[in-house]
């Protein structure tokens, strides 16, 4: 299936990500040298390894790409498709270096690979790939909380990330902030509350910020906020479902959700968590109470709705299809999905996109404060909470007192409540979303020239970038 979405690609996605960048360069003032130095990828690390697997000795291709060591340490996903290759991880890791900059995320980009399609394997087997992999990345010292930092992406997740979290530590016995070398970990292995949400939730945040706003909606003939939209997404792995379920919860519809085997339709809106548990349960998302089959699952993109929601892989929004997508606005959960031809015939149609290096931040923001929490060793509000309820109950108590009056029990509930750190970690990601999307819009809306708002988000970058570059010098 993989391998049928990379044959599509209509050229190198690299190149794409280099293309976007160089139409964005154009509005900044930054010399030629310095651009040079910050679209190129630094480092590709492609290795073969040998593991010993039921059906014998296989020997695997795999890759590390470090795009830009300009913040350190670098970071971004290990991805385990067969359609992987150089020139994927290679245009991944930019996307990294990008995004980080665009949510004021002190790292540099790298992008990671392993060219296996996980489901042909056992547990076991995947084990033994990862922690292979793992060593190859610290022979080469593409690994460690203060160089390289990965995380879960396509095919990978908390299962995998503790995998490499303990091979790292074994090879380096004593390293106090040995778990800092990945992110996206189990609870139990130095995870982070609100990890593994992280991305869809961002993703909710960035288009609800979007959506709010009147004088944008109005060009799309939309009436501002998420109530009531028509939402499709495309993919129910980790960044499709949790989008699909804040969609609900924030009140939207979510009319059709797409995955490989087929998608289903339901203009009353899909019970999210019911369909999860429905393909977990019959191995497939086809044949949902209530819901129309629709196949081959592509066409569910093309269906009318106010928000598409590409969260499965990169190139499917293409020259092919680009014409019949009826969606007023898509929002880039996965990386690359809409190739810059399919965007070319969509900014024509007038159709509003989100993009991936903003509207997908959300994991590498969450992972971030992982890795702030396994660098200090202790867990955000730890410390505080209970102090805070002290102080807040005390106070309650005062102007209940005071003013002969009480609080109604829910409001009590939520001023007692001291901040624990799943809501810390989901305030400081509603707040980094909201501020992004602020960032890009002013720059995009400042400057009449910038044509749409990826080239906003790309100039933004650039100029965080470069500056951190002109700041640093240039090592003779
Ligand atoms: P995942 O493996 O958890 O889920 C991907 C889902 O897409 C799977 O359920 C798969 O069956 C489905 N899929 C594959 N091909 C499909 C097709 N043609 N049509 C419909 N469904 C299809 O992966 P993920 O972590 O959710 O990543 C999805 C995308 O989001 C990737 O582009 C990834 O780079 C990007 N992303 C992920 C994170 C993260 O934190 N996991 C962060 C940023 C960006």
Redo the contacts with the bound molecule.
């Keep these: 299936?993989?391998n049928k979405?990379s044959d599509k690609r209509e050229h190198s996605f690299f190149g794409d990500v280099v293309s976007y960048f160089e139409r964005a360069a154009r509005y900044t003032k930054h010399p030629a040298g310095l651009l040079d130095q910050i679209k190129c990828c630094n480092s590709v690390y492609r290795m073969k390894f040998p593991v010993r697997l039921k059906e014998g000795i296989k020997v695997i291709t795999a890759y590390r790409a470090e795009h830009s060591q300009h913040k350190m340490p670098v970071k971004g996903?290990i991805?385990y498709s067969t359609a992987v290759n150089q020139d994927e991880v290679m245009a991944?890791a930019a996307l990294m270096t990008y995004k980080c900059a665009v949510v004021d995320v002190p790292f540099g980009g790298a992008k990671g690979g392993v060219c296996i399609d996980p489901r042909k394997y056992s547990e076991v087997e995947l084990e033994q790939i990862t922690r292979r992999y793992t060593s190859e990345l610290i022979r080469k010292n593409f690994i460690g909380p203060g160089i390289d930092v990965p995380?879960?992406?396509?095919?990978t997740?908390a299962r995998e990330m503790a995998w490499i979290a303990d091979t790292y530590a074994a090879f380096n016995p004593g390293q106090i902030d040995a778990i800092g070398c990945v992110t996206?970990k189990p609870i139990s292995q130095g995870g982070i509350r609100g990890r593994t949400a992280?991305?869809g939730r961002g993703v909710f945040y960035g288009v609800r910020e979007a959506v709010n706003i009147k004088d944008d909606m109005k060009k799309l003939g939309l009436e501002p906020g998420i109530q009531n939209k028509k939402v499709i997404v495309?993919?129910?792995?980790?960044?499709?479902y949790y989008t699909a379920k804040f969609f609900q919860q924030g009140g939207a519809d979510v009319i059709a959700i797409?995955?490989?085997e087929g998608a289903i339709y339901d203009k009353n809106g899909l019970d999210v968590d019911e369909v999860f548990k429905h393909r977990k349960k019959s191995g497939s998302i086809l044949n949902f109470k209530n819901a129309k089959n629709i196949t081959p699952?592509?066409k569910a993109l093309e269906m009318a709705c106010d928000i598409l929601i590409p969260?499965?892989?990169?190139n499917?929004i293409n020259s092919g299809n680009a014409k019949r997508i009826k969606a007023k606005i898509i929002g880039e959960?996965?990386?690359?999905?809409v190739t810059p031809e399919a965007e070319r015939v969509l900014l024509k149609k007038g159709v509003f996109i989100i993009p991936?290096l903003y509207l997908?931040a959300g994991?590498?923001t969450v992972s971030y404060f992982e890795w702030l929490k396994n660098l200090s060793h202790v867990r955000f509000g730890r410390m505080g909470k209970r102090y805070d309820e002290l102080v807040n109950r005390t106070l309650v108590d005062s102007i209940e007192r005071a003013s002969g009056k009480s609080l109604s029990s829910k409001n009590k509930e939520i001023i007692l409540h001291g901040a624990g750190e799943e809501d810390l970690v989901n305030s400081g990601l509603e707040e980094t979303m909201i501020n992004a999307y602020n960032e890009i819009r002013e720059t995009w809306k400042s400057n009449k020239k910038i044509p749409d708002l990826r080239t906003a988000t790309f100039v933004v970058a650039i100029n965080k970038i470069a500056n951190s570059y002109i700041a640093l010098g240039i090592f003779p």
């Design positions: 299936m993989t979405i996903g991805r991944l995380a879960p992406d396509y095919g997740g996206g992280a991305t495309q993919g129910l792995g980790n960044v499709g797409a995955e490989y699952s592509e969260a499965a892989l990169e499917q959960a996965a990386n690359g999905p991936d997908n994991g590498v």
